[in-house]
């Protein structure tokens, strides 16, 4: 019957440990939840700003840097943005990223991109 009992114990134990370690994952960032918005407060909002909405100086007098208005040059479905993203406008300050973010980074921030879009994005400060 301990025998039973240490079986038990053990048990328990370890399925104690399966939410603590998720706790500590989550509270560590391992979390990939926010990487879109991430990326962009990086690499993205000092010419978009953080609300997508180019009030920039270095975006200013570019209507095509607004990424809220609905207003696409280059094209509003999800492949056009990624391509763009990835390839940069040559005519523009608009950089190339592929070279700069891993192929997760560049899904994660265009996904932001398309939300930015939808205006379901809640101001940032
Ligand atoms: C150096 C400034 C700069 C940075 C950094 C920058 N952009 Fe841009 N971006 C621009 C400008 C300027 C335009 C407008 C291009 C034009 O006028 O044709 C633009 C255009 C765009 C467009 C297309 C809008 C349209 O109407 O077709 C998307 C999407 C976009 N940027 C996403 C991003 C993302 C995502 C990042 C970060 C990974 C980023 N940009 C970083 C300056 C920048």
Known sequence: MAAMKQKLLFFQRHLLAVPVVCLILTAGGCTKK????????????????????????????RPFADLTDGK???????????KLVADGDPKSPMPPFR???????LNAVVDHVMKLAQGTVPPQK
């Open 34 to 61: 926010n990487a879109g918005s991430e990326v962009f407060k990086k690499k993205c909002a000092s010419c978009h700003g953080l609300d997508g909405k180019a009030k920039t100086k270095l975006a200013q007098g």
């Open 72 to 82: 696409w040059s280059h094209g509003s479905d999800r492949e056009s943005v990624f």
């Open 99 to 105: 070279e700069r973010l891993s192929p997760e980074e």
